[in-house]
Structure formats: C-alpha cells, structure tokens
C-alpha cells in the first residue's frame, strides 16, 4: 500500500516512456544517468537552502526522473549488474540527503516564519531532519531485508512518494512544504516500522533468519 495513486505513477511512466526509449537506442550507460541525477539533485538542495522552492520543486522532480530512467535503460539494455544497483542505490540517498539538509540549513536561517506568534522555522529545521532519518532507515531496512533474501517493498511513504510530495509542494507554497515535511517525517518513520513488522512477520518460526 502507497499513498501515491497508480494512476498517476502510470500516466507519467507513458509521458516519458518516449524519452527513455531514445536513450535505449543510443546505448548509453545508465549510471550517467545516476550520476546527472545526484548532480542535480545537489543543485535542487542550493535552492531549496536559499529558499528559492519552487525552483527547487522543479529541479528535484527532474532529477527524480532521472531516477527512473536509470533503472529503465539498465533493465531495457541488459546492463543490470550489482555494482549498478549498489552506486544507484548509494546515490539515491546521497540526493535525498543534500535535499533535506538544504531544507534543515533553510529552516535553521529562517527569520519570519509564523503562525500567529508561533515561530515555525525550529519545528520545520527538526521536521527535515526527522524526515531524513526516517528516509533513510525505510531505505536500510529495505536492503537488510533483501540481504536476508527476504521481500520488503511496502509501506505507505516510500522514496517515489517523497519525491513527489516534496516536490510538488515546494512548487505549491512554502506552507505546504513545511505541512508535507512534517508529514514525511512523520510517516517515513512509520514506514519504516511497518517494514520491521513486514519482515517479522515473514520469520516468525524460522530463529535463523531472526539471528544478527
């Protein structure tokens, strides 16, 4: 179960469905596209510490798409290796942590953000913070998981979902970048729970798998 509709994850899988096959047939290496993604992951995290989101907003969803395509051609092109989907995998994270500590540095400098008397810019500096800790613990349980040999692809925030949501609300407003990261930081720590549940409950009974 996810939060972000198969709909929408399908319309914009055939919107750029074209783009991907052009980069099948000129053969190109799919960790160039890992590599630009983090790049300009790095740039989108600039903007977003100096508080320019909707730039940011913008720059990160392409860079999230660059994140498709990577694995796409790497699958369409037979070049799937396991070196591949570690310096994927390690970037990725890479990316979503400059991303969330240009939000924390934005936060940590923020001199007029209120709600009433109420100063929101410490709760939004913690948010990004808890959410980037959430974010990355959804990711290690995935890969210890599957080191066990066991399946843990669920939960409700999963890297897709914060890509999206964090994007498209920096586009929004400032305000609804700062409700969405609250949000995330909340439930990528509850996906992360529910992802240790999901794998004790697939060894339940078996005192191997459960061993350190």
């Known amino acids: 179960m996810n939060i972000l509709p198969n709909g929408i994850r399908n319309w914009y899988l055939n919107l750029i469905q074209p783009v991907i096959n052009l980069f099948i047939k000129q053969k190109l290496n799919p960790n160039w596209f890992t590599t630009l993604g983090l790049i300009i992951s790095i740039v989108a995290a600039y903007f977003f510490a100096t508080g320019h989101h909707r730039i940011g907003g913008i720059i990160f969803l392409f860079a999230g798409t ?6 796409k051609v790497a699958r369409a092109s037979n070049r799937v290796t396991k070196f591949g989907a570690l310096y994927d995998s390690t970037l990725d994270r890479y990316a979503e942590m400059f991303i969330l500590f240009g ?3 934005y936060y940590a400098h923020l001199k007029d953000f209120y709600l ?3 100063d929101l810019s ?3 500096a913690v948010a990004a913070s808890v959410a980037l800790g959430g974010s990355i613990m959804v990711s290690y349980i995935r890969a210890r998981a599957e080191g066990l040999g066991l399946s843990c692809s669920v939960g409700l925030m999963q890297r897709p979902e914060r ?8 586009i ?7 409700v ?16 240790i549940i999901h794998v004790r409950n697939q060894t339940i009974g078996n005192n191997d798998l459960s061993k350190r």
């Open 172 to 178: 929004v407003h400032r305000y609804a970048l700062f």
């Open 122 to 124: 410490l709760l939004g």
């Open 103 to 105: 939000m924390v540095y």
């Open 66 to 71: 660059l994140d498709i395509i990577d694995g």
């Open 163 to 170: 890509i999206v949501y964090l994007a498209f609300s920096a």
């Open 116 to 118: 009433g008397h109420f």
């Open 180 to 195: 969405v990261l609250i949000l995330i930081a909340v439930l990528a720590n509850f996906t992360a729970v529910q992802r």
